[in-house]
């Protein structure tokens, strides 16, 4: 059943934290349900701009609603992610989106409010919901000063200005954090002390956390024990999960480490049968390790298990 992620953060908010996973084909798409539905708990299917046009667009949709019809039981929201202005509206026009992401995080703030606001009032008379950002996500070098990595993550009383002025349903918030494999270069980490203002300011607001993938090591091993050269990958602490969801965030955004989990399946499999050129066995293998990855990390966000509480919410 699709759903706003509205519910979903309510019944989330304070407690854990829903998973948010990108997916681009067919295979993720099946792994996605099956861990979820193995591990009874709510989520939020992310499709990006880039994912919207691997194939067609109408396809990954295709693939969504029929995932819908097979798992009859399975509760989730399907989101934009980091959008634009004219794909926030393209995707709030389909009728198929529960919840946009408008991203002009990079834009000045009166523009970044400006934009939002348009895509809010859009998504608002359909009865979509919007998630904004404010602050940059970016890899942050250890060598960089304090004062100027500080200046890109989110400003709590810009936060509280921006919501207000927007009416957006939820925040994407720049805490350290930032996206793909290469996170942290030294002992950087999550920013506590700043989601801990930004949660002052807006009590009971759904933050978002972006870039929250943990980059197993022990995954980008196998990966370069089977030919993949990635040096210095690392992650978010996946234990620092529920922290987090403590002070307010209800949405954690997932992609690279489902990347890591296609790559390594891939690469063993083919090392270890290199007389197979066949897609599917592969295939298969791949969709019962990202349904037993999705699970894992459904008990790291505490989101598993929460099945059926959501489902008497949604009455
Ligand atoms: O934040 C970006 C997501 O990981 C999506 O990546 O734009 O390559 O699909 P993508
Ligand atoms: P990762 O690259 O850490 O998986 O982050 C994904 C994300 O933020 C998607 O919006
Ligand atoms: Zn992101």
Not at 11 to 37: P, T, V
Not at 116 to 122: F, L, M, N
């Amino acid at each position: 059943m699709i759903v706003t992620t509205k519910k979903l953060f309510e019944a989330a908010y304070g407690k854990y934290a829903i998973g948010a996973y990108n997916i681009n084909n067919l295979e993720q798409c099946m792994g996605l349900f099956r861990g979820n539905l193995q591990s009874q708990a709510p989520f939020i299917i992310q499709i990006s701009k880039g994912a919207r046009s691997y194939t067609d667009k109408e396809m990954l949709e295709g693939i969504i609603r029929s995932a819908d019809k097979v798992f009859p039981e399975a509760i989730f929201a399907v989101h934009l992610d980091h959008g634009d202005e004219e794909t926030a509206l393209d995707c709030i026009n389909s009728g198929f989106y529960s919840s946009v992401m408008i991203d002009a995080s990079h834009e000045p703030f009166e523009e970044n409010i400006a934009i939002t606001k348009r895509v809010v009032d859009a998504a608002h008379a359909k009865g979509i919901v919007v998630e904004a950002e404010l602050g940059q996500l970016g890899g942050v070098e250890e060598h960089v000063q304090v004062d100027e990595a500080d200046a890109k993550l989110t400003d709590p009383d810009q936060a509280k200005e921006f919501v207000e002025r927007t009416g957006c349903d939820s925040l994407a918030c720049a805490i350290g954090t930032s996206h793909g494999a290469f996170k942290f270069s030294g002992t950087q980490g999550l920013r506590f002390d700043v989601l801990s203002e930004i949660q002052q300011r807006l009590p009971g607001f759904p933050l978002v956390m972006h870039g929250s993938s943990s980059v197993p090591q022990e995954e980008v091993q196998r990966i370069n024990a089977a030919g993949g050269k990635l040096l210095g990958a690392k992650g978010v602490d996946a234990d620092q999960f529920r922290r987090a969801a403590e002070l307010g965030v209800t949405k954690i955004n997932i992609d690279t480490d489902g990347r890591l989990v296609w790559t390594r399946v891939h690469r063993e499999f083919f090392r270890d049968h290199p007389e197979n050129f066949d897609l599917r066995p592969p295939g298969k293998v791949f969709m019962a390790e990202y349904a037993n990855f999705i699970a894992a990390k459904n008990e790291k966000l505490g989101s598993a298990g929460q099945l059926e509480e959501v489902r008497k919410l949604l009455g």
